[in-house]
């Protein structure tokens, strides 16, 4: 056990410049090995209708199976990723695929990532991406480890509920998905901070709250409310 440091601890805890903690809980090789399989069985599914109907096609049937497998082979993780953070396969198991960072996923990671695929096949039945898996502590096959990726859990609902109640107040402007985790993991993590810590880290968030009339403890708080009971 000693020669994987980490890899009995499925959390993976990463800190932004803001001073903020993000907690990503990481799925290892057991629930991804069950989600591919419940992808590959769809994948399977589609490649048989598509059989039945382009030999009905002759030779132009032939063609058009040869471009359908290419894009379903390679692009069905892209899209499904791209349109939720998960396949059906990982939705079905409860998992994303997210960045390292903790922000979504992005367009060109997804490719990248789906594209080494090839390459944790290798030699056969994707043993080299459970080598990589096995040996890495964030759970990370080679694409995983390219695109910067990580396999998570997504954060449980329940937890939004232990932030400290405010009164509700609507965003200023527009937020980005990342700039609403700050906020939201800033309240989940006010009652275990001194007031020091608090000060220190909403003031480092101040670019969110420049255009409240609040001190930036209080709009942090106050946007966190809206955010999980005010919509």
Not at 58 to 78: D, R, T
Not at 117 to 122: S, V
Request: aromatic share 10%; hydrophobic share 45%; net charge negative.
């Amino acid at each position: 056990m000693s020669g994987l440091p980490g890899s009995l601890d499925t959390t993976f805890r990463h800190e932004t410049p803001e001073g903020i903690e993000l907690e990503l809980r990481l799925a290892g090789p057991v629930v991804r090995g069950l989600a591919w399989t419940i992808d590959f069985g769809i994948r399977a599914v589609a490649y048989i209708a598509l059989a039945i109907v382009v030999s009905l096609l002759g030779g132009l049937g032939q063609a058009i199976s040869l471009i359908a497998l290419f894009l379903v082979e390679w692009f069905y993780p892209v899209f499904f990723e791209m349109r939720t953070g998960a396949t059906p396969g990982k939705k079905a198991m409860g998992i994303v695929v997210m960045q390292e960072d903790g922000s979504p996923l992005s367009w060109s990671s997804s490719l990248l990532r789906n594209l080494l695929r090839a390459a944790d096949f290798l030699p056969v039945l994707y043993c080299t991406g459970f080598v990589s898996l096995m040996l890495n502590a964030k759970f990370q096959r080679l694409g995983d480890l390219a695109a910067a990726t990580v396999v998570v859990y997504p954060a449980l609902d329940e937890s939004l509920s232990t932030i400290p109640d405010f009164p509700p107040k609507p965003l200023p402007f527009p937020l980005t998905l990342s700039e609403q985790r700050l906020i939201l993991s800033f309240a989940e993590r006010a009652n275990t901070l001194s007031s020091e810590r608090r000060t220190e880290l909403a003031g480092s968030l101040r670019f969110l709250t420049e255009k409240s009339q609040q001190d930036p403890e209080s709009a942090l708080l106050s946007y966190a409310n809206y955010l999980v009971h005010g919509r």
